[in-house]
C-alpha cells in the first residue's frame, strides 16, 4: 500500500504490506493503540466462502512481536524465490532473524504511536503463516493503507480472507477510520479477489505507481466506505 516497503507476496498477497517511516498523521491518537490491542483477542471472523468456509483460528490475525522474529526470518526466507516477482528489491539483512527484528520494531513503535496496524496472519493451528499490516492517516483522511502477505504453501485456505476481514473490523469499529484501501499489481488476480470477498471495490489505476521485481509498474486501486463514520 502506500508507504514504503514491504509488498505482498504471491497468489493471495498483493498489497505493499507498509515499512519504512510512518505516513503523516494529524493527532495521533495514542489513547487508540490500546484499543487495538483488546480488538486482538477478539470473535472470530467469518468470511464469506460460501459451503465450505475453512478451518479458522479463533483471531486470524494478532499484533506481531519480537518473538516472532524467527517464524519470520525463517517464512521469508522460504518464500524468497516466490515472492520476488511481487516484492521491491530488498537488502539481504532483511531475510535475517536481526533483519526481521529491527523490521517488527519499527512497525511496534509505529504502533505505539497510532500510525500502523502491524499483525502476523495465523493458519488453524495458531503458527504465523504471513503478515497483514495498515498504515493509518488521521486528520481529514481518516483512512488506512492495508498490505498482506502469507506463505506459498499456505494458499488457497481462506487465510488472506479472514485477516483482511479482521483488520477491517479492527479499523471500522475500533479505530472508526472511514476508509479501507488497498493497491495490487495489475496481474494480481487472486489478491484482487481477497479484497473483493471483504467489500473492496476498484476506483482507479495508478501508472507505474511502484518499483516491483525492478521496474516501475502498474496498479489497480481499491477502496471500501466505512458505512458508519
Known sequence: MSAPP?????????????????????????????VCRRALTGTAVTAPYGDHM?????????????????????????????????????????FSRDGQI??????LDGH??????????LD???????????SIVRGALQSCGIGYWVSYDRHGRGLATAAVAHIKRIAFTELELHRLQAETL??????QRVLERNGFERYGLAPQYLNIAGRWQDHMMFQVINPKV
Do not use: Y
Open 54 to 94: 475453512p478451518a479458522m483460528p479463533v483471531v486470524p490475525s494478532r499484533l506481531v512481536r519480537v518473538e516472532d522474529a524467527p517464524d519470520l526470518a525463517a517464512l521469508v526466507c522460504r518464500n524468497r524465490e516466490f515472492m520476488a516477482p511481487w516484492d521491491p528489491a530488498r537488502p539481504e539483512e532483511f
Open 102 to 107: 529491527a523490521v517488527i520494531e519499527e512497525l
Open 112 to 121: 505505539q504511536r497510532g500510525v500502523t496496524l502491524p499483525h502476523v496472519i
Open 186 to 191: 495489475v496481474h494480481n488476480v487472486a489478491s
Open 124 to 134: 488453524s493451528s495458531g503458527n504465523v503463516v504471513g503478515r497483514i499490516t495498515g
Open 6 to 34: 514491504e509488498v505482498p507476496s504471491s497468489g493471495i498477497a498483493g498489497c505493499l504490506d507498509p515499512l519504512g517511516s510512518p505516513l503523516p498523521v494529524n493527532r495521533l491518537a495514542a489513547a487508540r493503540a490500546p
